[in-house]
């Protein structure tokens, strides 16, 4: 149990575009998913709090209206990435939390060429 | 970004040895603690989790520690395969359920066969 999707895997887009990026959790509901990045040999860093049926929490420093989430039912979080930029390209990975623990995705490659 | 001059402490062990990666958290009203293994591309694994109320846990040939007057937390590994190479990340959280996960730089275990 406690399985978490993300989709795509990779992504690479031009300077200027809109990624979506879908995470899904497949084996329970999950009022709330969380969203992080994570660039090259660094930890993960959280940027923002997803909450089913109401506004996302974003993290000090994370631009709300550039990283736009999206909980709108409680299997599925979307994250968008919009006006990207090569300084955006990063590993970017959801969690949920089913019980106590946080279960993470596979993570999504975004590069911005 | 990536900090200039930024590297992953490593811990390089024989197969079939023991493991000890070990962790300092930051926050003395920190309740609950989480090790996680991140393969490369991956999303991070759960491993085990211990209460700020417990000094030991253990599960199939990994154990945990806390050392709360230190702030010192450490994953012990048994009998390491060439299956456990990955980055060992702790994560700390103030609430018994895990919601704002704070994740340390995380330590790179190398097999060497």
């Known amino acids: 149990g406690a399985v978490v999707s993300q989709h795509p895997s990779r992504v690479i887009c031009k300077s200027g575009t809109s990624v979506k990026i879908e995470c899904r959790s497949l084996?329970?509901?999950?009022?709330?998913m969380f969203w992080y990045r994570q660039f090259p040999k660094q930890s993960l860093m959280l940027m923002a709090t997803?909450?089913?049926?109401?506004?996302?929490?974003?993290e000090q420093g994370v631009e709300k209206d550039k990283f736009l989430i999206n909980h709108a039912s409680l299997t599925l979080s979307t994250l968008t990435v919009t006006s990207a930029h090569p300084e955006d390209s990063s590993f970017y990975i959801c969690s949920a939390l089913p019980r106590e623990t946080q279960y993470f995705g596979p993570g999504t490659r975004l590069l911005v060429l | 970004g990536e900090s200039v001059g930024l590297h992953l402490p490593t811990l390089s062990v024989q197969e079939g040895d023991n493991s000890i990666i070990n962790c300092a958290y930051s926050n003395s009203a920190s309740d609950y603690f989480i090790w996680y293994k991140q393969e490369s591309g991956k999303g991070p694994q759960f491993i085990i989790d211990?209460?700020?109320?417990?000094d030991k846990r253990q599960g199939q040939r990994v154990t945990v520690l806390l050392n709360k007057t230190v702030k010192h937390l450490s994953l012990q590994i048994a009998a390491t395969q060439p299956g456990d190479s990955a980055v060992y990340f702790c994560a700390e959280s103030p609430l018994v359920r895990a919601q704002k996960l704070v994740f340390g730089q995380g330590t790179r275990l190398t097999i060497n066969p």
């Open positions: 084996d329970f509901q999950a009022t709330t």
């Open positions: 997803s909450n089913e049926g109401s506004k996302a929490t974003y």
């Open positions: 211990i209460r700020s109320n417990m």
